[in-house]
């Protein structure tokens, strides 16, 4: 028995909407419906995400991109199995807009409804992709204010590796770009302006890179960032500014990268998934995949455009939950959010 999922995502500055078939049999789920509506351009003139903006945003775009997910898939609300969404982490206002659209769409069709943990659904967007992983793997996700490396052994089951004690990888990106003058979101801008510069311009550190642990801290990072940006303030040349991204950016991946070996060889895994916003930085994907190949290791990724926040992970968590037996949908629309939620908190 087949079952169409349409999933609601709305944790951040990205409303998406899609629906995923989940077939018979445990086969990988199918994205028949995909849409997508990015904030980026009315949070620039504030240098970063509202959320009061962000709510209302979502309020407005969310019912028209269903009714675009679900033309796109040729598929009717009656068709519709579950209904899911984000239920966190996130901005509390922006998640209530996907929770509450969820649960009113639901009982007003009858169907189940399941609330998905917004990192779980990154983490497993790679099951969406061209070339799908496998259980076991490890598991470095990297999406705004997370940065963190996760054991997974199969759905719903995560262990935690080794995490952020200060700044993520996606923090340092953006807070570095904010320091070099570059717009917003900085991390791709960072990224565009790295391409220009020499990546050895400058020592940047890389911190706990040889702590024993799996742990991050890109905090003093951003400091030193900082001192050199003042360094070279109101120089007429662009050649520094590009210098300090690609050498700040090469400290970052190189951290990732090296921490992402080390979560290997203390699991004695062969596989690793790079998930989140950051995992579409291009220079972190040709690193890892140097790096992985060169001790027989496969690395997987989502699709580019599934980096982002977008409501088909959210619909193939949700699919995948259930297929597993791990979840099991309840016709009680009562709903609520969970602003903070650790992933490997979720059962």
Known sequence: MSLLVLGFESSCDETGVALVQADAGGAVPRLLGDALHSQVAMHADYGGVVPELA????IRRVLPLARQALAQAGKGLADVDLVAFTRGPGLAGALLVGAGVACAL??????????????????LSPFLSADPPEFPFVALLVSGGHTQLMRVDGVGRYALLGE??????????????KLLGLGYPGGPALARLADFGDATAYALP??????????????????AVLTQARK?????????????????Q??????????????????????????????????????LGRACARRGARVHYPELHLCTDNGAMIALAAALRVQAGVSHPAHDYAFDVRPRWPLDQVA
């Open 106 to 123: 639901g009982a007003a069709l009858g169907r189940p409804v399941l609330g998905v943990h917004h990192l779980e659904g990154h983490l």
């Open 206 to 223: 890389r911190p706990l890179l040889h702590s024993g642990d799996l742990n991050f801290s890109f905090a003093g990072l951003k400091t």
């Open 232 to 248: 070279i303030e109101g120089l007429p040349c662009e050649q520094p500014r590009a210098d300090l991204a690609a050498s700040t």
């Open 55 to 58: 709510s209302r945003d979502h």
């Open 250 to 287: 090469a400290a970052i991946v190189e951290v990732l990268v090296k921490k992402s070996l080390k979560a290997l060889d203390a699991t004695g895994l062969a596989r690793l998934v790079v998930a989140g916003g950051v995992g579409a930085n291009q220079q972190l994907r040709a690193d």
């Open 164 to 177: 952020t004690i200060d700044d993520a990888a996606g923090e340092a990106f953006d807070k570095s770009a």
